[in-house]
């Protein structure tokens, strides 16, 4: 069993929808992140927080907004996007955010913009 | 910047042992391997910092050459369970003898364990 939990475990929308997908941990992690995954490719970095502030943003499209509303919660919020942003949305956290500790991943939101 | 791993995809029979290489153009504080099974998140296997040790975890152990930038997997005695893809995740001294706080993959290598 995954110890950081994402929601939901699909979700189809389409290019002129609002949704979020949902991310949390309660290991006291005090970093987290998100990941966007194409098939067949490496995990690729979207976005860092640490102690619940924006610390890293990979140039990443404003139709993608991410928020940190506590240090156990993590959502990723989604408008407008292409299909083209179809993929597998992994959460994960980490006790800090230097690259020392490991990452925990959630199981992912697999996201199809329709 | 990206790891380099290589191969790219590895076949085995059960028992037999594997290498995998992450190689880096830019000085690591860390070096991470992981490992994804289709359809499920990648699972943390361990972690070497910068000072060239290496760590071992029952049959699966890594190095760390620190001049070299380079990190490799061993498998040894491979399991069926150890079929799935194969990812490192490199972090980048800084020059304050830290990261960057970003861990970035490489592409990955398919490791395939047959009876």
């Known amino acids: 069993d995954t110890e950081v939990t994402q929601t939901p475990k699909h979700l189809v929308m389409g290019m002129t929808n609002k949704k979020s997908l949902k991310c949390e941990q309660h290991m006291g992690h005090r970093a987290m992140y998100w990941y966007k995954q194409k098939a067949k490719k490496p995990p690729e970095l979207m976005f860092v927080y640490s102690y619940e502030k924006l610390s890293i943003n990979e140039s990443v499209p404003s139709r993608f907004s991410p928020e940190c509303p506590n240090s156990s919660l993590l959502n990723l919020h989604l408008h407008a996007l292409q299909p083209e942003d179809s993929a597998l949305y992994l959460c994960?956290?980490?006790?800090?955010?230097?690259?020392?500790?490991?990452?925990?991943f959630g199981n992912g939101t697999r996201l199809t913009v329709t | 910047q990206q790891p380099v791993q290589s191969p790219q995809a590895v076949i085995l029979r059960e028992g037999e042992d594997a290498v995998i290489n992450c190689s880096s153009s830019k000085a690591l504080y860390s070096v991470h391997w992981y490992r994804q099974k289709h359809g499920e998140a990648p699972v943390f296997l361990m972690i070497?910092?910068?000072?060239?040790e290496q760590k071992g975890h029952e049959k699966i152990s890594a190095s760390f050459n620190e001049k070299k930038q380079q990190s490799s997997l061993y498998l040894t005695a491979s399991q069926l369970s150890y079929s799935g893809t194969y990812f490192c995740g490199t972090s980048q001294l800084n020059a304050g003898g830290t990261s960057y706080g970003k861990l970035t993959f490489g592409q990955g290598t398919i490791l395939t364990v047959h009876p």
């Open positions: 070497l910092l910068k000072g060239g």
């Open positions: 994960a956290s980490s006790v800090g955010r230097f690259g020392d500790s490991p990452l925990h």
